[in-house]
Nanobody
Framework: QVQLVESGGGLVQPGGSLRLSCAASGINFNSYIMGWYRQAPGKQRELVASISSGGNADYLGSEKGRFTISRDTARNTVFLQMNSLEPEDTAVYFC???????????WGQGTQVTVSS
C-alpha cells in the first residue's frame, strides 16, 4: 500500500518560514520524481517544486530563491523549506510521487499552509 504522508503545515506570519515533510512508503523511492503542489481556494492545483532521484530540482518561477526542495533517500522523505512566506503562498500543499518511466502518480492528503498576520 502506497502512502505519502505530509506534515509541517500551519499558520505563520508573513516573512516567516515553514518546513514541509512528506514521508513515502510502499514505493521504490529512487524510481520516483517527488514534487510539491499547492492549491489555493478557487484556483487550480499548481506545481511548486520537484526533485529527481538524482537531486535535480525545478521550481515555479516566483518561488525559486524562497523555497528549497530536498529529498532524503535513507528516510524516503521529501522536504520543502519555505522562507519569506507571503499571504499569496496560502494554500493546501500536496506531496506527489511520479514514476520516472510510467509517469503514474500518487498523492498525499495535503497539508494546510496559512500565511497571515
Amino acid at each position: 500500500q502506497v502512502q505519502l504522508v505530509e506534515s509541517g503545515g500551519g499558520l505563520v506570519q508573513p516573512g516567516g518560514s515553514l518546513r514541509l515533510s512528506c514521508a513515502a512508503s510502499g514505493i521504490n523511492f529512487n524510481s520516483y520524481i517527488m514534487g510539491w503542489y499547492r492549491q489555493a481556494p478557487g484556483k487550480q492545483r499548481e506545481l511548486v517544486a520537484s526533485i529527481s532521484s538524482g537531486g535535480n530540482a525545478d521550481y515555479l518561477g516566483s518561488e525559486k530563491g524562497r523555497f528549497t526542495i530536498s529529498r532524503d533517500t535513507a528516510r524516503n522523505t521529501v522536504f520543502l523549506q519555505m522562507n519569506s512566506l507571503e499571504p499569496e503562498d496560502t494554500a493546501v500543499y500536496f506531496c506527489n510521487a511520479r514514476h520516472k518511466v510510467t509517469r503514474y502518480s500518487y498523492w498525499g492528503q495535503g497539508t494546510q499552509v496559512t500565511v497571515s498576520s
